[in-house]
């Protein structure tokens, strides 16, 4: 059956640092895939689209790429703040289009 | 609207009654979509519309369950004779394309149910 897999274990670092969250999928051949940004209460804010042709996409202190060989999205946040304490979820839409599965998130704790 | 709007943001109801949540999308979005959260868990996809089109009603974990939209407006998910399984975060989301854009989809900060 298809699955995304995220870290379901909070991943902890120090502020400055750089933060690298795992997206693995298996019996899926995604069309897209995004990341998403979700803080306690609040619904998932839309962070940033790769597709399956691209390898690497960038914004801001923020970086994803997509590996369709090892069906692995990576998620790097460079010098990590505070603020970017939150959930993150990774998310893939197939050729159809037509739904967007998130995995389970990853917790993201920046310390001071 | 600026956003995406669900109403009410909290409902607390008893078991066996039926609850009726709401969601307005951002205008000119032709997708809406329905997503259940569990405390501590993923989002579990329930439903889509795009357009006239029928929608996709797969994610519905059974017939207690509906929804409705008018047009490229608002929704309503129905729960019929609630269950205490029921209970989690209802989020609505809408974007301009069915296959979304540059842009993603833009959630709103969904209804918060509770069956006692």
């Known amino acids: 059956s298809q699955k995304i897999e995220q870290n379901s274990e909070a991943l902890n670092i120090q502020e400055g640092k750089t933060a690298t969250l795992t997206c693995n999928y298996t019996n899926y051949s995604p069309a897209y895939l995004q990341w998403y940004r979700q803080d306690p209460g609040r619904g998932p804010v839309f962070l940033l689209l790769i597709r399956e042709n691209e390898k690497e996409k960038r914004k801001e202190r923020l970086k994803v790429t997509f590996d369709t060989t090892l069906k692995q999205s990576l998620f790097h946040i460079t010098a990590s703040q505070p603020a970017d304490s939150a959930t993150y979820l990774c998310?893939?839409?197939?050729?159809?289009?037509?739904?967007?599965?998130f995995g389970g998130g990853t917790r993201l704790m920046v310390k001071p | 609207g600026a956003g995406v709007s669900q109403s009410p943001s909290n409902k607390v109801t008893e078991k066996g009654k039926d609850v009726e949540l709401r969601c307005d999308p951002i205008s000119g979005h032709t997708a809406l979509y329905w997503y259940r959260q569990r405390l501590g868990q993923g989002l579990e996809f329930l439903i889509y519309?795009?357009?006239?089109?029928?929608?996709?009603k797969s994610g519905l974990p059974s017939d207690r369950f509906s929804a409705e939209r008018t047009g490229e407006s608002v929704s309503t998910l129905t729960i019929q004779r609630t269950q205490q399984e029921d209970s989690a975060v209802y989020l609505c989301?809408?974007?301009?394309?069915?296959?979304?854009?540059?842009?993603?989809?833009?959630f709103g900060s969904g209804t918060r149910l509770t069956v006692v």
């Open positions: 989301a809408s974007s301009l394309l069915l296959r979304g854009s540059r842009n993603g989809y833009t």
């Open positions: 998310a893939l839409t197939n050729n159809a289009g037509n739904m967007l599965t």
């Open positions: 519309f795009q357009g006239n089109s029928a929608p996709d």
